[in-house]
């Protein structure tokens, strides 16, 4: 897996909105964080969930189709225990080598820093024009919002009845891709560390994760739906 330094000039990511907390620095310590020498078979999810909870450090992940017996949403891969016998113990390295070490596990991703977001997709993607997080995603505001009504603007989706005691957040989002808002919106509540997106290849499933509790909010919606609203240069 390569780590895209260009990445950022080649995306054209906007400036990180005024409602963001800040980040854990990438250059922070890690203590005993223990990483498996070898990853299961869609296992990349759940090392970067451990990492996620273990560090305060915000991920972003979009999986590939390919993973066997997967389905499209609640990502059930994230939560299946990580065999640690033999592991690998990283102490005293920084946060990005921690992140660098799991990437050198999945050669078939490439990952890089948005605006302190660890994002790590699919090699193929950050290339693809027609991949799903790379539609469009208007300027949105949200105060004290439910997050799924945020998720469902960034996934053009139709606003449905919510929970009233669903957790809230507050967004100030200048307007970019979905991959750029799902960054915001995980950078905008530290509880939010986390996002995956994956698809069947005809809706795209979202799920942010509540990464100290663990509990995630999802949803999806069909990939035309969300190819339809594109940057009007594209």
Not at 36 to 47: H, I, T
Not at 153 to 163: E, F, G, K, Q, T
Not at 194 to 200: C, F, N, S, V
Request: hydrophobic share 45%; charged share 20%.
């Amino acid at each position: 897996m390569r780590y895209l330094l260009l990445v950022l000039a080649a995306l054209g990511i906007a400036a990180t909105p005024a409602a963001a907390q800040n980040p854990v620095p990438l250059d922070t310590r890690v203590k005993n964080f223990q990483v498996p020498r070898e990853l299961p078979e869609c296992g990349l999810e759940a090392v970067l969930l451990r990492l996620a909870k273990e560090t305060g450090v915000r991920i972003g992940f979009e999986r590939t189709s390919g993973c066997r017996g997967h389905v499209a949403s609640g990502f059930p891969e994230a939560y299946k225990p990580l065999s640690l016998v033999n592991a690998e113990v990283l102490d005293g390295i920084s946060l990005k080598d921690v992140l660098s070490r799991i990437a050198a596990l999945v050669p078939d991703y490439d990952w890089a820093i948005m605006e302190d977001v660890a994002v790590f997709r699919p090699s193929a993607a950050w290339k693809d024009a027609d991949d799903a997080l790379g539609a469009r995603v208007p300027a949105m505001r949200f105060s004290e919002a439910p997050v799924i009504r945020v998720v469902d603007s960034i996934l053009n989706r139709r606003p449905v009845r919510h929970d009233t005691k669903e957790e809230t957040v507050s967004i100030d989002f200048p307007g970019g891709t979905v991959l750029e808002a799902l960054n915001s919106l995980v950078r905008s509540q530290p509880a939010f560390g986390m996002w995956y997106a994956g698809t069947d290849g005809q809706r795209l499933s979202v799920w942010i994760m509540n990464v100290p509790n663990g509990s995630g909010h999802g949803v999806s919606t069909p990939i035309p739906t969300l190819l339809s609203r594109r940057n009007p240069s594209s």
